[in-house]
């Protein structure tokens, strides 16, 4: 019989000598820690063990269905649009086409991807329809009451801020949204690009949707901030057209929209095909 006290320094041993342990060689039986009330003491040891591996079973759980949520939520969407904005010298020109598609289905050719956030203010829809247009509705209403409690309208920089925040506390959540706030206020011509992933970003132009590398050409040979509102108009028409003729996605009917220190308008509702060919004719006359 042994002590484990006996094999350490002697100023050591005063302060293990209570948790020291006895076997009887002879009999292979381990004897009880020299304690007061080994019984709840080795309870406690065997307690923190199961609390340890319990948490350890939680977190592994709540991990995994963080997993799972996240693979339920992030189902593969297979969306199509083209939508742009941009600012100029005497204010700012949306355009948008109006197909809708699910996969190679084309679910409509009547949607509207331009929503009123007020008299001043316009959003686009881009990504899924129905987060879009719930997220730009319940911004419009947040604007509203804005206006309603300081009698004032509110800016387009701190709605596109108030839209952000909110996609942002949705991040990872599988929202699609990738929408563009364009308005008018004091600062005059504003545009900001939001996403679903938290993203918020200032510029003079923006195209978004699966049309958009096609819809960027057309802009980036036409663009200048001295523009006229005619050749404004015109060039985010074309853009849209140009789009709408490379990208299967993109299709249905061309709407334009201009805001300035007036408030926003809508200038026109084009069929994408139509006006494809008509500035096909366009060309030929001028080569000619």
Same mark, same amino acid.
């Given at each position: 019989?042994?002590?484990?006290?006996?094999?350490?320094?002697?100023?050591?041993?005063?302060?293990?000598?209570?948790?020291? %342990?006895?076997?009887? %060689?002879?009999?292979?039986?381990?004897?009880?820690?020299?304690?007061?009330?080994?019984?709840?003491?080795?309870?406690?040891?065997?307690?923190?063990?199961?609390? +340890?591996?319990?948490?350890?079973?939680?977190?592994?759980?709540?991990?995994?269905?963080?997993?799972?949520?996240?693979?339920?939520?992030?189902?593969?969407?297979?969306?199509?649009?083209?939508?742009?904005?941009?600012?100029?010298?005497?204010?700012?020109?949306?355009?948008?086409?109006?197909?809708?598609? =699910?996969?190679?289905?084309?679910?409509?050719?009547?949607?509207?991807?331009?929503?009123?956030?007020?008299? !001043?203010? +316009?959003?686009?829809?881009?990504?899924?329809?129905?987060?879009?247009? %719930?997220?730009?509705?319940?911004?419009?209403?947040?604007?509203?009451?804005?206006?309603?409690? #300081?009698?004032?309208?509110? =800016? /387009?920089?701190?709605?596109?801020?108030?839209?952000?925040?909110?996609?942002?506390?949705?991040?990872?959540?599988?929202?699609?949204?990738?929408?563009? $706030?364009?308005?008018?206020?004091?600062?005059?011509?504003?545009? !900001?690009? $939001?996403?679903?992933?938290?993203?918020?970003?200032?510029?003079?132009?923006?195209?978004?949707?699966?049309?958009?590398?096609?819809?960027?050409?057309?802009?980036?040979?036409?663009?200048?901030?001295?523009?006229?509102?005619?050749?404004?108009?015109?060039?985010?028409?074309?853009?849209?057209?140009?789009?709408? %003729?490379?990208?299967?996605?993109?299709?249905?009917?061309?709407?334009? !929209?201009?805001?300035?220190? #007036?408030?926003? /308008?809508?200038?026109?509702?084009?069929?994408?095909?139509?006006?494809?060919?008509?500035?096909?004719?366009?060309?030929?006359?001028?080569?000619?």
């Amino acid at each position: 019989m042994f002590t484990l006290g006996s094999v350490l320094d002697n100023e050591l041993k005063s302060t293990v000598e209570d948790f020291s %342990f006895e076997t009887n %060689f002879s009999t292979n039986q381990l004897m009880l820690p020299n304690i007061e009330k080994p019984f709840e003491f080795a309870q406690s040891i065997i307690g923190l063990e199961k609390d +340890l591996q319990e948490n350890e079973n939680q977190l592994m759980f709540h991990q995994q269905k963080k997993e799972e949520r996240k693979e339920r939520a992030l189902i593969k969407g297979y969306k199509g649009t083209t939508t742009l904005a941009f600012i100029y010298e005497k204010g700012t020109v949306i355009a948008v086409d109006s197909r809708a598609t =699910s996969g190679q289905y084309i679910a409509s050719q009547s949607v509207q991807k331009v929503v009123p956030i007020n008299s !001043y203010m +316009l959003g686009t829809l881009a990504g899924g329809a129905a987060d879009c247009q %719930f997220f730009l509705a319940h911004l419009g209403r947040i604007c509203n009451l804005y206006e309603l409690r #300081n009698n004032e309208t509110i =800016s /387009v920089a701190a709605a596109s801020k108030l839209l952000n925040n909110i996609l942002y506390s949705y991040r990872n959540y599988g929202l699609s949204v990738g929408s563009m $706030i364009c308005g008018y206020d004091t600062r005059g011509p504003q545009l !900001y690009y $939001i996403d679903s992933d938290g993203s918020r970003l200032k510029n003079s132009l923006f195209s978004v949707g699966s049309g958009s590398p096609f819809a960027y050409g057309v802009l980036d040979a036409g663009y200048r901030w001295d523009l006229s509102k005619e050749e404004a108009l015109d060039l985010g028409r074309r853009a849209i057209c140009a789009a709408t %003729f490379k990208d299967s996605y993109s299709g249905g009917t061309i709407k334009v !929209y201009h805001i300035d220190e #007036n408030g926003w /308008v809508k200038i026109s509702d084009d069929d994408a095909s139509e006006l494809w060919y008509e500035y096909e004719k366009k060309e030929k006359k001028e080569k000619k």
